[in-house]
Antibody
């Protein structure tokens, strides 16, 4: 079964750091680009970042550029999101999502269940 | 950034009736070299992640009932549910994947009348 499972969410103080992981199973992970999408409580969806299948190309929303780093370890079938200098407005459920191709300019066909990040003092 | 605007924000439709949701992009998401519209529709039920319904503006994702259809090109798109079922109550989002940042519409909440 194709599956994505996020972990690493939690409560962090403003200015703090957090690292999210997304474990993939059921497909050839390195063949697919991946993205992170977040959803603030009661709000809509916001694309955060994407990475190509090889990991050689990365893309970021302006709202997180310079504070967030996306990476992947294809030998471990795992996607990561390192978040630094966190702000209250980063509070959201973070979803990892698969793009059906090597490049992220495609629809997100598989989504994880999400992990909640709360930035608060 | 390509701004995506959905209408209406909320919609109440009787069971068995047609539901129509519109999505407008501020600039075209039609890539001329392959004649594809880089537009997707997602369904999100409470407490669940989004689910892909439609990609390339009009192609149904695997397992999606044929009462769901997508249409449109360039800047104007429509998601139609031909005969509303109780399980279709959800929030629906359009999304462009033509260029980063990949932006979503604000969502349309669909309810039963």
């Amino acid at each position: 079964e194709v599956q994505l499972l996020e972990s690493g969410g939690g409560l962090v103080q403003p200015g703090g750091s957090l690292s999210l992981s997304c474990a993939a199973s059921g497909f050839t992970f390195s063949s697919y680009a991946m993205s992170w999408v977040r959803q603030a409580p009661g709000k809509g969806l916001e694309w955060v970042s994407a990475i190509s299948g090889s990991g050689g190309s990365t893309y970021y929303a302006d709202s997180v550029k310079g504070r967030i780093t996306i990476s992947r370890d294809n030998s471990k079938n795992t996607l990561y999101l390192q978040m630094n200098s966190l702000r209250a407005e980063d509070t959201a459920v973070y979803y990892c999502a698969r793009c059906p191709g090597q490049w992220p300019n495609d629809a997100f066909d598989i989504w994880g269940q999400g992990t909640m990040v709360t930035v608060s003092s | 950034d390509i701004v995506m605007t959905q209408s209406p924000d909320s919609l109440a439709v009787s069971l068995g009736e047609r539901a129509t949701i519109n999505c407008k992009s501020r600039q075209s998401v039609l890539y001329s070299s392959n004649n594809k519209n880089y537009l997707a529709w997602y369904q999100q039920k409470p407490g669940q992640p989004p689910k892909l319904l439609i990609f390339w503006a009009s192609t149904r994702a695997s397992g999606v009932p044929d009462r769901f259809s997508g249409s449109g090109s360039g800047t104007d798109f429509t998601l139609t549910i031909s005969s509303l079922q109780a399980e279709d109550v959800a929030v629906y989002y359009c999304q462009q994947y033509y260029s980063t940042p990949y932006t979503f519409g604000q969502g349309t909440k669909l309810e039963i009348k």
